[in-house]
């Protein structure tokens, strides 16, 4: 592990290096380092984007329910046309 000047992270090095291995301490301190380092990336959605985002999940999701529930309605007559099922529902 070498590590960056340019960003100040901590990188793996391509060869075998002589270096000792690190002890599970030190890694589990370097995870959560990383880990931080990465949450720092991370860019919170304004409200308008977040009330759009959940529309569209929202939409997709009864698109979805529509389609499910479009397939059901076929395969049940379908399967009401095989087997003859008498009185026109099934179970």
Do not use: H
């Not at 992270?9 to 589990?28: H, L, Y």
């Not at 984007?49 to 529509?66: D, I």
């Amino acid at each position: 592990m070498v590590q960056d000047e340019a960003s100040g992270d901590i990188v793996a090095t391509g060869g075998a290096s002589r270096e000792k291995k690190m002890n599970v301490f030190q890694r589990i301190a370097l995870f959560i380092r990383q880990v931080f380092a990465e949450l720092r990336k991370v860019v919170t959605p304004t409200r308008q984007e977040l009330v759009k985002f959940t529309a569209v999940v929202l939409g997709f999701v009864v698109v979805m329910m529509a389609v499910v529930y479009g397939l059901d309605l076929l395969f049940t007559w379908v399967v009401q046309l095989v087997f003859g099922v008498p009185g026109g529902t099934v179970g």
